[in-house]
């Protein structure tokens, strides 16, 4: 049970370290590909206020808001794969998004087995 615990928590700083590295570090690259994609200001800043808040979330040791943070983030990374799939980007624009969406289902069967 202790190794599920040490990957559990790996996995919720993993992931929190990638949102910050992705939204706080690469906006700019964040602004381009909403631009590509034709979407508009407010929904990449809803949606940065979203994946940072579900993120912080992951850190805490309340299993109520780390089951939201992980459930929030693999909801929006599944819409993220939808657009990556609309647009027609290549696999390699979409294996992030789909490593979060697969990392965020883990996390949260993790913590519900743990309730």
């Not at 040490?6 to 570090?25: C, R």
């Not at 579900?54 to 850190?59: C, D, R, T």
Request: aromatic fraction near 14%; glycine fraction near 6%; hydrophobic fraction near 55%.
């Amino acid at each position: 049970m202790d190794y599920l615990l040490a990957a559990n928590d790996g996995l919720k700083i993993l992931v929190g370290v990638s949102i910050f590295f992705v939204w706080v570090v690469r906006y700019q690259n964040i602004i381009e590909e909403f631009k590509l994609y034709h979407l508009p200001d407010w929904l990449r800043d809803l949606v940065g206020i979203f994946k940072i808040t579900f993120a912080v979330m992951l850190q805490t040791t309340s299993a109520y808001l780390v089951l939201l943070g992980s459930g929030g983030i693999a909801l929006l990374m599944a819409a993220a794969l939808i657009t990556h799939f609309r647009m027609k980007t290549s696999y390699v624009k979409r294996l992030p998004s789909a490593a979060l969406l697969f990392i965020c289902l883990l996390l949260f069967s993790i913590e519900y087995s743990l309730l």
